[in-house]
């Protein structure tokens, strides 16, 4: 079983959470409320003017909205917007593709610099070579070792890797 099995899911999560934010941006207007007037000198006219314009807002997104007259009210506002949907604090979206990223980091055993991720911190990820020759060790060297067993198989050699530059490097220094 491949062991990228177990990231499915995530990213699967972060598709769907792309296709979302796409959507979004799409919608255009990027609505999602309820526009309340309280006002008694509104007229019927511009009361529909008014609803007409909220109902043509919607794009092909996921957010509709919603106008409501109310006429005479004892409100302070003569107009009341009521947020339905707010991106801003309701989205998850940066912390999904975030948590994917690790998840897909670890599923294929790869370091964030070996990756072209860049370091959300000052920092760095340290000496990539170090990194790089590791990952080849622990990583690399296992899965080339299944393909080599083709070879056993078939009873020739149809599968060869070369080594990598460091270690013809290594060989070249210690003859």
């Known amino acids: 079983m491949p062991e990228y099995v177990g ?6 999560l972060s598709e769907e959470s792309t296709l979302f934010r796409c959507k979004y941006y799409i919608n255009g207007a990027h609505m999602g409320y309820i526009m309340v007037t309280n006002d008694a000198d509104l007229n019927e006219e511009s009361a529909k003017a008014i609803e007409e314009q909220v109902t043509r807002s919607k794009g092909p997104g996921n957010f509709r909205s919603l106008y409501i007259n ?8 003569p107009v009341q917007i009521i947020p339905v949907g707010n991106i801003g604090s309701k989205d998850e979206y940066e912390r999904i593709k975030g948590i994917t990223e690790h998840e897909m980091l670890a599923m294929h055993r790869l370091q964030p610099g070996l990756a072209g991720i860049i370091p959300e911190n000052v920092g760095s990820f340290g000496d990539l070579k170090k990194t790089l020759e590791v990952y080849h060790e622990l990583k690399i ?19 060869r890797f070369r080594e990598p530059d460091w270690k013809q490097e290594e060989q070249q220094g210690t003859e």
Do not use: R
Not at 146 to 159: H, M, P, S, Y
């Open 7 to 12: 990231g499915i899911h995530s990213v699967l």
């Open 70 to 77: 109310i006429g005479k009210s004892t409100s302070k506002d």
């Open 141 to 159: 060297s296992s899965m080339q070792d299944t393909f080599i067993e083709i070879n056993e198989l078939i009873g020739e050699e149809v599968v």
